[in-house]
């Protein structure tokens, strides 16, 4: 099967994936016995006229198929509906957060995959040595330290102790964001020629991107000293060995590239991950991103904004994996796309 | 042991060390830093929770909203600093009313621009007025608050710098409405040229934007993060003596990153919950700001429960001496809350209608005990050697999930009622549950809720308080109703004569609070940190941020 076939193939599958994803979110978000419309109104404050505006906007008098039904036409036409909470869009309201939550996992990956990757290298070829131990404290550290707690701690350190990174936010104080072209701040300040709002965003990624890359770090890290280690272990390895192929080749060329693949399904799921679960590291950098949307949207019931953050985040898993299948036969010729 | 092993336990020790070490560092060196120099001198900052839905005083109604629109616009009159009890000329430089209390007239000032150049005259204030009304905002239902006494045809314009507003019917709080932000001044050209006018249906255009005649200006939003406001070159009020050229808003839901901002000196003023403000406290360069809120603390009664001896107002008054005020006052809100005798908080006026603001009802476990007994409501339900009441059955008390006070104030009652022979459940739910518990079911019987103020005057309490819903009241769903104090309620509503409303207001709290439908616990101290960097703020319950005033020195 050709790539291109491949990825057709897999997009195609992404409907079924989202007719299933909405099918639960929605009813698992509709059957909890509670007054949105009621709550989205001002809650007790509530005037008759605004209740009765929103839940006839949101067809809560409906039977639940109905409601379903009005939902998935309206997807069809790609209208994620309203987000009551935020008064607008919930489209309007993504397109604002995807690109921040973006750029932050963007950076919190180029932090974690190329660290996680190298020290799991160094930590398998050095096992036992000062490094190894060195790496594994690492990353027994970013695997059990809480997040917020790290998040805290880093706020703490670098911004009040010894201040020379921002506290929270995208930007200093007041400065207007970049024109939006992508949304991405780095690169819309790139784009416009706008060095201080470059400087600015570029610094205030520095805290909440490490916090979110972490443990991430830490998970890549283990992953390629496990892989590594067995794979370095096997009778091609000796084989070239004795074949008096140099060292660093053996391990980069012979090596890496088999032991790549289990870490390149962790790199895809962790982005994902990243992408849909940086609720505690945008609420404490005060960061405008999908996850502190998401977690309020989930406190309010807020439905629409719900669905929507669901839906993206299964087509961003859905998207992930294709990647690192394709990735798969890249490094390993091995791999065939398609099966067969 | 191998040599090699050696080796290793000693590599692992030293990389432990390192950690240590730098752990240590970070948290032993806690040096307490506090920021001297002004940060941003001429940029007020403030770190908040939540943030606008709406920068459109047509269809504002949230405090984060109002809070823009408020600085943004301006209104015929206003409030000055703390005080709650007079209202001020603003775009109105004084104002008549006839003998039949229907008829207002304002003369407007002459010297008003709006942020955009244009001039401000009597067309804007008809054509806003009529605004709210026509537009009816769908989402927020505000116009509700103007259509108490106005209609389209209430505005007349008698020259271009007069307007005469005759309201459907009088009104005691028809001034505090228009001091309101939702009796904002709007420019008429710049509505029209984004999108007009079109009844029942929000200005999408008006929501993220806006051109006031009010001391600040939107400069930029940025949802969930930031709203910054830049000063309006053409206010009234001119730009001589000291003030902020920029507002920052920040919406931080996280209180120790605000806590931080505060201390590191970010923020010159932040929202620090009651539990943090030991963090703040007596430390160099901040101050707790600690005001009485117009934001009441209630218990709520369910007089229509499916627990029918909830409808006895004995009962109801036996649970109001059960609960234990001052455990509530020291434990939940530590110490950061007042008692309230009545609907109407304390610096409103007609506060002092209420028993002179001293509460009919305090923890006093015996006057229970002795009112259920003479109501025929004994401890005769034997349950495992325990003698209960109402043949065992439990009261079931609710409060909203993460609210940490109601959490404690739920518990303690519980104790209260163990002790008193009564079985009880503590239940928590999420807030849209919580409501539609309380709205479309008669399942709970005691529930805990608040309520903030929209506009200075007691109405705005009394009538949802403890109107009936034939009166358009009840808006906590007690199901209590009393025509004698609907009647009193609209007596004190439809009078401008304050002996009248006061009498009004006084007969309807002696019939309600020995009927009581709530339990009046008291009124929340508004608390929040700042810097003493930071001058000219004061605190006024209905007109909570006013940045014009405030200045860095």
Redesign the interface.
Known sequence: MKTWEYIVRRLILLIPVIIGVTIITFTVSHV?????A?????????????IA??RAELHLDEPLWKQYFFYLNDLIHLNLGKS?L???PVLE?LR??FPATFELTMVAMLIAVPLGIIGGIISAIKQ???SD??S??IAI?GYSLPIFWLA??L???F???V?ILP????LS??M??PTTITGFYVIDSILTGNVATLSSSLLHLILPAFTLGFSTLAIILRMTRSSMLEVMSADYIRTARAKGVPERKVIYQHGLRNALIPTLTVIGLQFGALLSGAVLTE????W?GMG??AANAV???DFNSVMGFTLIVAIIYVIANLIVDLLYAMVDPRVKLGGG | MERSSVRSMKACAIALLICAVLLMTSLSGCVQQNQTTIKNPTTYVRYDIGEPKTLDPAEAYDSASCDIVNNMYDRLVTYHGNDTLHIYPSLALNWTVASDQLTWTFHLRHDVLFSNGDPMNATDVKYSFNRVITVNSPDSSVAWILEQCMNLNSTTIIDPYTVQIKLTNTYGGFLALLAFSVASIVDMKTVEANGGIVANTDNEWMKENGVGTGPYQLDHWTHNSEVVLAKNLNYWGGWSGQHVDTVVVKSADEASTRILALENGDADFAYIPYGNLVDINNKTGLFTVQEPSYNVVLGLFDTVSSNKFMADKEVRRALSYAFNYQSAIDDAFNSYLYRLPGCIPKGMPYYNTQNNGTSVYNYNLAMADQILNQSGYLRDFNFKGTYYRFNNTAIRLWYNSGNAERQKMALSFQQALTDLGINSIVSTEGWPQYLNRMYHTNEWDFMFLGWMPDYNDPDDYIAPFVGSAANGGDTFHTGWANASVDSYINQGKYTVDPTARAAAYTAAFNIYINDPSMIFIGQETYTRGMRTWLHGYSYNPVLEYYYYDYYKA
């Open positions: 909890i016995p509670a007054d949105p009621r709550a989205f109104a001002g809650g007790p404050k509530a005037q008759p006229e605004a505006h929103i009551y935020e008064n607008r309201s604002d957060y036992n040595k000062i131990h060195f594994r404290i550290v805290l701690m706020q703490y350190l911004a009040y102790l201040p506290l929270e936010g995208r104080v007041g207007v964001p609420t404490i950098f005060n405008p502190r949307f406190l309010g019931l």
